[in-house]
């Protein structure tokens, strides 16, 4: 019965660390430290939330 109780436990923790398939939002193209979820130019790692905006003509943030 012991097994039994932690088996749920156990297919948890491997669906939360070891499934890549629901991680296509979680992607950083870039490598700024942003995913594709909230980076809004994921191909620039100038180009994320937190960067300020500059007077490029780019939206940097
Ligand atoms: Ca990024
Ligand atoms: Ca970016």
Redo the contacts with the bound molecule.
């Keep these: 019965m012991f097994s039994t109780r932690l088996l749920p436990l156990m297919l948890l923790a491997a669906c939360q660390s070891g499934d890549i398939s629901v991680s296509h939002v979680e992607v950083?193209?870039?490598?700024?430290?942003?995913?594709?979820a909230v980076?809004c130019d994921?191909a620039h790692?100038t180009v994320?939330p937190d960067a300020p905006e500059r007077c490029d003509g780019a939206d940097n943030d």
């Design positions: 950083d193209n870039d490598g700024d430290g942003y995913t594709v980076d994921d790692a994320n």
